[in-house]
């Protein structure tokens, strides 16, 4: 009897997404339908490490975390009119409100073939393979991309050729200065221009950015150049971001990441992935221990950051719809108010997060589960 009623019901539900609410050309309102969930077992391995004094900080931590539960909703109001909704589901509510883990909830307008406008909650227009990859597949970061709110109220407008190899955006948001609880009345902007192209097997991710940081006319500057090179079993992008809140703090405030991609089979992938980054302007440092106040908010001042890892990600020949994953990586934290000096100048202090992960993610297409069991 409940197999009865749950087929009764996903046949319903099939015929309101593909007719029922087909409006203009029988356009079907819902075109995406889709959750995704992923899980990992997480080891930490924890210390502090100096060059001249033993070891004073040893811990382990582990477990099961619940990382992403999301929520996908796409489809056309009409031929040109569109709509996305991506919602992450958070298990611990109280912190953040609902709109808060609202990645995507806009509406795009195709004007003409080559121009469209976008109105709504997504993400900024900034340049870089690693924060431009869906935050699920983002297996280990950046200390930068773990700090980004990036998902804004913003409205844009975009060019692309008809060959679909360029594309050019210009967006004004909110700033990612306002974090996720923040009032609006705080009036923060950004200002965005962002470039894609594809040249065949060279990819670009481009973008400039001022980020309204406070209401006296302070930005943060920042410049993302994302490039990727792919091949037929192998591709790799080198993204460098540059930021800076002065013209004093050129190449002192600044990220590299580099992922590698090997692709054994189409359903087996081994990858090898690092990053450096770094916040070595002075000034700001000083300002910070003074007043505590934060001019960039993407990378603390009077830190370095390194990672390094590699891993493994495999789908399933029959069940393509299960990635399996793990990697192996090292964060190290360096703090100039940890730094422990010598004579020489030359004596350091680290802090080292070795992590050990395996997970399963789940793909969910409920549109094509729905179709299968009405057919």
Avoid at 27 to 44: G, I, K, N, Q
Avoid at 114 to 137: C, M, N, Q, T
Wanted: hydrophobic share 40%; net charge positive.
């Amino acid at each position: 009897m409940r197999k009865k009623i749950l087929l009764a019901v996903l046949s319903i539900l099939a015929f309101t997404g593909t007719r029922a609410f087909a409006i203009n050309d029988s356009v079907p309102l819902f075109s995406t339908l889709r959750m995704e969930v992923r899980a990992d077992f997480e080891y930490h391995h924890l210390m502090t490490y100096s060059s001249v004094l033993p070891l004073t900080h040893n811990d382990n931590t582990y477990g099961f975390v619940g990382r992403y539960f999301n929520i996908h909703v796409g489809g056309n109001f009409t031929k040109d009119l569109s709509y996305y909704f991506r919602q992450r589901i958070v298990a611990n509510p109280g912190s953040t409100n609902f709109f808060d883990n609202t990645d995507f909830l806009y509406l795009n307008y195709q004007i003409t073939p080559r121009w469209s406008v976008r109105v709504g909650k997504e993400a900024l227009a900034v340049g870089g393979f690693e924060y431009d990859a869906p935050p699920i597949d983002v297996l280990f970061w950046s200390y930068y991309w773990d700090n980004f709110y990036c998902f804004q109220l913003a409205a844009g407008v975009k060019y692309q050729t008809l060959d679909g190899k360029n594309a050019i955006i210009a967006q004004v948001g909110n700033s990612p200065y306002l974090h996720y609880g923040s009032p609006f009345k705080n009036s923060l902007l950004s200002y965005n221009l962002f470039w894609s192209g594809n040249f065949g097997c060279f990819h670009t991710l481009y973008s400039f950015n001022m980020f309204q940081r406070d209401k006296k006319g302070h930005f943060m500057n920042y410049i993302a150049l994302g490039n990727q090179f792919q091949f037929k079993k192998w591709d790799f992008y080198v993204d460098f971001i540059h930021r800076t809140t002065s013209i004093k703090q050129i190449m002192k405030d600044f990220g590299i990441i580099a992922k590698i991609n090997y692709h054994v089979t189409p359903n087996l992938n081994l990858f090898v992935k690092g990053a450096y980054e770094q916040n070595l302007d002075m000034d700001e440092y000083n300002n910070y221990l003074e007043t505590q106040e934060i001019w960039d908010c993407l990378a603390l001042p009077g830190q370095r950051y390194t990672y390094g890892g590699l891993g493994i990600e495999y789908r399933p020949k029959r069940c393509p719809d299960i990635r399996i994953h793990g990697f192996v990586a090292d964060f190290v934290t360096r703090n100039l108010q940890n730094e422990i000096h010598d004579l020489a100048g030359n004596v350091y202090q680290a802090d080292h997060n070795i992590t050990a992960n395996v997970g399963i993610t789940w793909n969910i297409d409920i549109l094509r589960y729905i179709n299968k069991k009405v057919k």
